[in-house]
T-cell receptor
């Protein structure tokens, strides 16, 4: 089954304790992206990657890191989490080409992160 | 800059028709998408428009006017399970950079 797998689904952590949220897709998609979703603010892009070893900042990258060592994996790293990073996080992937037509995003199930 | 506007909330009755509007101003345009998102769940793809006009998929239709920067999602024969947020998203010209609107929360009442 074609899917984007995110782990964990729920995470409660303390301020300053490094954490990683994993994301893996099995559709051979070039493009992967991380979003956070907060009430009233919608989905905001954190980082994206157009292919292996190619990553770039989205709209709200502060406090986050990513890596793209393999095409299928795109982990999100919070080196020193703070309470304002409490949010619902989504990983998403898609084909890259401009001619990909109606191929939009496939989203992971989400990770609800609470930083206390 | 890039800006997408949608109404924050809408309410409709089961069996009725509802239209959710989306206006956008983006630096590049390569398609407009509508997603449905139930509370706490991932968005799921509903429809796609890249040319002007109406696209119909069962109970859902989506319309696009590129010259006006305007789209709407039309939901017919509303069901209780249609209670969800509906996200309008514009894909930029380069790569697959999507900009999402804030979403419209639809409540379907019996």
């Amino acid at each position: 089954e074609a899917q984007v797998t995110q782990n964990p689904r729920y995470l409660i952590t303390v301020t300053g304790k490094k954490l990683t949220v994993t994301c893996s897709q099995n559709m051979n998609h070039e493009y992967m992206s991380w979003y956070r979703q907060d009430p009233g603010l919608g989905l905001r892009q954190i980082y994206y990657s157009m292919n292996v070893e190619v990553t770039d900042k989205g709209d709200v990258p502060e406090g986050y890191k990513v890596s793209r060592k393999e095409k299928r994996n795109f982990p999100l790293i919070l080196e020193s989490p703070s309470p304002n990073q409490t949010s619902l996080y989504f990983c998403a992937s898609s084909l890259m080409s401009l001619g990909s037509g109606s191929d939009g995003y496939t989203f992971g199930s989400g990770t609800r992160l609470t930083v206390v | 800059g890039q800006n997408i506007d949608q109404p924050t909330e809408m309410t409709a009755t089961e069996g009725a028709i509802v239209q959710i509007n989306c206006t956008y101003q983006t630096s590049g345009f390569n398609g407009l998408f509508w997603y449905q998102q139930h509370a706490g769940e991932a968005p799921t793809f509903l429809s796609y428009n890249v040319l002007d006009g109406l696209e119909e998929k069962g109970r859902f239709s989506s319309f696009l006017s590129r010259s006006k920067g305007y789209s709407y999602l039309l939901l017919k024969e509303l069901q209780m399970k249609d209670s969800a947020s509906y996200l309008c998203a514009v894909r930029g010209y380069y790569g697959q950079n999507f900009v999402f609107g804030p979403g419209t929360r639809l409540s379907v009442l019996p």
